[in-house]
């Protein structure tokens, strides 16, 4: 018998890896039948999440730990045992701003180091603090961009405004005048460069080279009940993601994702991020940027503890928690690799052998162990060279000149 | 106790604020979210806050309650966690509470109730108006079928509806459905009309 899945998502480009699922039947093979739910906000899917009108969500990765450490509202132990997306983000901000950075776009994209510290420069050249759009406190993107401007020495809560708006409504901030720029997953700021409302100032690739992005987060206790249904669908998504990543289906998947159901956007923005080429300025050749967007080689899906424990260090950096033993526990424990591996074990996936690694460190393509098969990982430095060792939080904070 | 509205639909939230002032509520505030609404809202000091749950402007609400100074007391979603049936009901209904801490749950539950009771009659006034408009967009498309039937083949009125009528039955199919493939297939051929 098929079995009903409801999960919620927003309009994104990363949302692929669910609707393909659904739509290319790969979820109906494993018998399940997938109902995505659209919303609009990031508290109205956390909602539906939490109190349980739907069983799944894409979530931010950010936000599924953030809820587990009661951060957001109603408290409840999330889990995700699978990411939907590596990358994907791009700042974006009004052409007037962007004017005091560097004017050649690919050489401003190819250094964010140094476009960080022309932005501290058009700051004092702004007339006022610059309004930055994020989605959500608990966002990658927010993580990201705080990250990036602290590394000039911009104080992300002083220097500069950081106002949250979901991502579907960025671009009609921007022609309201209400933001200057803002920082959200594809497609929208390709579509405020296209109606030539703002230019890239920096890609997400750049600025941590596989930064986590979304999650399929579940309730735990919904989790533990369900091991099947789960592995179901991990199985599904897991071929649903390969082909997501496929060249020769990227046309056809921003096709699908231009649907009103989905995303409700022109294909032609939609396929910039999938092929990895970013036009960063109106009228202009696009960027390429081969890593752009990753749904499945190098185990993208794999959830790295150590990667759950780098959101959490942020997290505590910027004051929002406060570090000890059993929290950082807590924020690890919602990443759940066994999950992975004991849904995906049969599926002739490479699977890494260890739950973490160090986050930051791998400079070029690496062969690494595995229980089966090769698995690469690609570079994922940060860009202002860092490294994560995700048993030494306490040292890794203290390097870092702001925080709270 | 001030409760603040933010919604962006007139009718619903009038719909809402009737309710609570024949409930004896009198200090009832209505906020578009819209512009500087965070603001205003900091300036209301408000005990509840309700809005739709599905609103986009919920994240940007949430930041404010999070970060407001203004603000002296934290707001929460929903006052007691323990009202599972309670919560359940408005999540359903889709309207969320934010609700100053401190604020007891007997004040605020009946609030909530009527908030539930009033989103749900709202509901069902917009599906009943979707419905009307469908069936008046539905007797056009019929009408127009009927005619071009009337014109092709000299039928009267009674005798188009009866063949478009008998058309769907053995098709399997709704009469708006076999209407608009006639109107379509007429269009194609230049049928005029």
Redesign the interface.
């Known amino acids: 018998m098929t079995q009903v899945l409801q999960m919620a998502f927003l309009p994104l480009t990363d949302v692929a890896v669910l609707a393909v699922a659904r739509e290319q039947g790969f979820a109906e093979e494993e018998g399940l039948a997938i109902d995505l739910v659209r919303t609009t906000s990031w508290a109205t899917l956390r909602d539906r999440l939490v109190y349980g009108q739907v069983q799944a969500a894409q979530m931010l990765a950010p936000l599924a730990v953030a809820v587990t450490l009661g951060l957001s509202q109603q408290p409840a132990a999330l889990a995700a045992p699978y990411k939907l997306s590596v990358n994907g983000n791009m700042l974006v901000m009004a052409p007037q701003f962007a004017q005091a950075l560097e004017p050649d776009l690919g050489r401003r994209l190819a250094d964010p180091l140094g476009t960080a510290h022309d932005f501290a420069a058009a700051i004092g050249l702004w007339r006022r603090k610059p309004v930055i759009g994020i989605v959500h406190r608990f966002s990658s993107h927010a993580i990201m961009v705080r990250y990036w401007l602290a590394s000039a020495g911009i104080d992300p809560d002083r220097d500069v405004v950081l106002r949250v708006l979901p991502p579907s409504l960025t671009v009609e901030a921007m022609r309201a005048g209400e933001i200057d720029g803002f920082i959200a997953g594809e497609p929208w700021g390709s579509a405020a460069v296209n109606a030539g409302l703002a230019e890239t100032v920096a890609i997400g690739e750049r600025i941590w080279q596989r930064g986590v992005e979304k999650v399929l987060a579940f309730r735990q206790d919904w989790l533990d009940a369900n091991p099947e249904t789960t592995d179901r669908l991990l199985r599904a998504l897991a071929r649903a993601a390969a082909w997501c990543d496929d060249p020769a289906h990227h046309e056809a998947l921003a096709e699908l994702l231009a649907s009103p159901r989905y995303v409700d956007l022109p294909a032609e923005l939609i396929a910039r991020a999938l092929s990895g080429r970013i036009v960063a300025r109106q009228g202009e050749a696009p960027v390429d940027s081969p890593d752009f967007m990753l749904f499945a080689r190098e185990a993208t899906g794999f959830p790295w503890r150590s990667q759950a424990l780098w959101i959490y260090s942020q997290l505590v950096r910027w004051g929002m928690v406060t570090h000890d033993r059993e929290t950082a526990a807590r924020a690890a424990a919602v990443f759940r690799p066994d999950v992975f591996r004991r849904a995906l074990a049969d599926s002739g996936l490479p699977m890494p052998g260890a739950s973490m690694k160090l986050e930051g460190a791998v400079k070029a393509p690496m062969a690494v162990g595995t229980h089966r098969g090769g698995l690469t990982l690609g570079p994922d430095r940060f860009f202002d060279g860092r490294i994560f060792d995700p048993d030494q939080i306490e040292d890794f904070l203290r390097e870092f000149a702001m925080r709270r | 106790m001030r409760i603040v509205i933010i919604d962006d639909s007139g009718l619903r939230a009038t719909v809402l604020e009737e309710g609570l002032r024949e409930a004896g509520y009198d200090d009832i505030h209505i906020v578009p979210p819209h512009?500087a609404f965070v603001a205003r809202l900091e300036r209301m000091a408000p005990d509840v806050v309700l809005m739709d749950?599905?609103?986009?402007?919920?994240?940007?609400l949430?930041?404010m309650l999070?970060v407001s100074r203004a603000l002296a007391r934290p707001i929460?979603?929903?006052v007691d966690?323990s009202d599972d049936a309670m919560?359940?009901a408005a999540?359903?209904a889709g309207v969320?509470a934010y609700v100053v801490d401190g604020l007891r749950k007997e004040r605020v539950k009946p609030v909530l109730e009527l908030a539930v009771r009033r989103f749900n009659a709202f509901a069902r006034m917009q599906s009943e108006l979707d419905e009307a408009r469908t069936a008046l967009a539905d007797r056009k498309t019929i009408d127009r079928a009927k005619a071009i039937l009337m014109n092709q083949r000299g039928l009267a009125e009674q005798e188009a509806y009866a063949l478009l009528r008998s058309s769907a039955m053995n098709q399997g199919k709704k009469i708006v459905d076999v209407a608009q493939a006639l109107i379509t297939a007429s269009d194609l051929l230049g049928g005029g009309l």
């Not at chain 2, 749950?53 to 940007?60: H, Q």
């Open positions: 512009g749950l599905g609103s986009p402007s919920r994240d940007t949430e930041e999070m929460a979603m929903f966690q919560i359940g999540i359903d969320s």
